[in-house]
C-alpha cells in the first residue's frame, strides 16, 4: 500500500477550542505540556470528509436532520466489508456518543438495587455510568500476568451467578489495556451471561483499530444468544477522528431491547443527530477505508518506537502489547512509586499530560496512558523529555 496520506505533518490545534490542547495546562497545571491524553488524532480526517462537509457547510442551511438511507447503507456496509457483521437498517440506533448510551442504558435497563459489573481497569466513565444512576459497581479486575491482560472467568462467573448483577459494561477492544479479545474470550462470556441473564452492553468504539494479526469480533457475532442478549455501540469518532461531531451508532438486534433503547432515547429528546455529524459520518464510511489503513501502519510504528524506545533507554518502564486502540498503556510498577509521585513526575519534571493509570481503577495505579495518534515527532519529544527528566 502506497502511503498517501502525511501523517507526520504537524497541525496545529491550539486555540482550536480543543480539549486536549487548549485545556492540558489548565486541568494539569502545569505550563506548555506536551499534551498526549484525550482519545483524540491530531491527524487531519480523510480528505473525503472534508469534501463532504464542505458542500454540506456550502449549502448554508442546518435545519434539523434524520439519518437518511444513505447513512444507514454506508454503516451497514461498513460492519459487514469491516467486520463481516451483517446488520439490519433498522437495528442502527442513534446516540449522540457513545458514553451517552451507556448513561442511557444503565438508567434505562436497571432499576434501583441492581448492580453492573466493569473491568478495571477500565474507561471511567464505564464506572461514573453506573454510579450517576445510584447503581452499586461490581468489578472483575483483569488479571496482569507478566505484562499480559486477561479476563478473570473464575472471577467474573461468580460475579455474574449473584442475580443482582444483570448488565454488563464490556470494552472491546479494551481502553486502557489495549487487548482485542479473542472469539474464544468472547464465547467464554456469552455462555456466561446468557446462563446468568446479564444483559452485555459491549462498547466497541475502537474496534476498527486493531493491529497485526488481532481480529476483532463484534460481541453480536459470536453466538445467537449473544446476538440477543447485547446492545453494541460503535462510532466512527476514534476511528476517523470526528469526536467533536458527536455522533455514535448504537446496534441491536434483538427486537423487544431496541425498543427500550429508543424509548429512552425519546425520553431525553436524543433521537436527531448533528447535521455535520451526519454528512461527516456516512463520507468517512463509504470512503475512508484506504485512509483508515494507512492510519494504523502509522500508529503501529509510533507504538513500535514507544516501545523500543522505552526498552532500550528507559527499561523499568514497559508498554504492554497493543492489539488494538491507539491508546499506549505503560507499566511503571518497577520504579516503587506511588501514584502521586508518579504524577508529579511526569506533569511537573517531565511536562507530559498524560492520563494516569489509577483514574482508570485502583489496578491501574502505577501506570500511565499515552496517546499514540500523533505525528512521530511528538512522540519524540515526549519521550526526551521523559527520559531528561529521569536523568536530571
Ligand atoms: C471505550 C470508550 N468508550 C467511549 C468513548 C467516548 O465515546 P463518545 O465520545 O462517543 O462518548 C471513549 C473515548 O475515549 C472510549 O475510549
Known sequence: ME?????????????????????????????????????????????????????????????YTSRSDRYLSAVQKWMAERHQWMIEKEWICHSPGVVTALNLIVNGFTKAGDKVLIQPPVYPPFAKAVLNHHRELVTNPLTYDHGIYSIDFADLEAKLSDPKVTLMLLCSPHNP?????????????????????????????????????????????????????????????????????Q?????????????????????????????????????????????????????????????????????KLRMTPLEGTYLGWIDCTELGWDKMKLQRFLTNEAGLALNQGYTFGAEGAGFFRINLACPRSLLQDAMRQLYAAFHE
Open 3 to 63: 502511503p498517501t496520506y502525511n501523517f507526520d505533518r504537524i497541525i496545529d490545534r491550539k486555540e482550536t477550542a480543543s480539549i486536549k490542547w487548549d485545556e492540558a495546562d489548565h486541568i494539569f497545571g502545569g505550563d506548555h505540556l506536551t499534551p498526549l491524553w484525550v482519545a483524540d488524532m491530531d491527524f487531519r480526517v480523510p480528505d473525503e470528509v472534508t469534501q463532504a462537509l464542505s458542500e454540506r457547510v456550502r449549502h448554508g442551511i442546518y435545519g
Open 177 to 245: 489495556v489495549g487487548r482485542v479479545w479473542s472469539i474464544k474470550e468472547l464465547k467464554a462470556l456469552s455462555t456466561l451471561a446468557v446462563n446468568y441473564n446479564v444483559l452485555i452492553v459491549s462498547d466497541e468504539i475502537h474496534s476498527d483499530l486493531v493491529f497485526n494479526d488481532c481480529h476483532h469480533a463484534p460481541y453480536a457475532t459470536v453466538s445467537e444468544e449473544a446476538a440477543a442478549h447485547s446492545i453494541i455501540c460503535t462510532a466512527p469518532s476514534k476511528t476517523f477522528n470526528l469526536a467533536g461531531l
Open 247 to 315: 455522533i455514535s451508532n448504537v446496534i441491536i438486534p434483538n427486537q423487544s431491547l431496541r425498543r427500550n433503547y429508543l424509548k429512552e432515547v425519546r425520553r431525553f429528546s436524543l433521537g436527531e443527530p448533528n447535521t455535520l455529524g451526519i454528512a461527516a459520518a456516512e463520507a468517512a464510511y463509504r470512503y475512508g477505508a484506504n485512509w483508515l489503513d494507512q492510519c494504523l501502519v502509522y500508529i503501529k510504528k509510533n507504538a513500535d518506537y514507544v516501545s523500543e524506545f522505552l526498552e532500550h533507554n528507559l527499561p
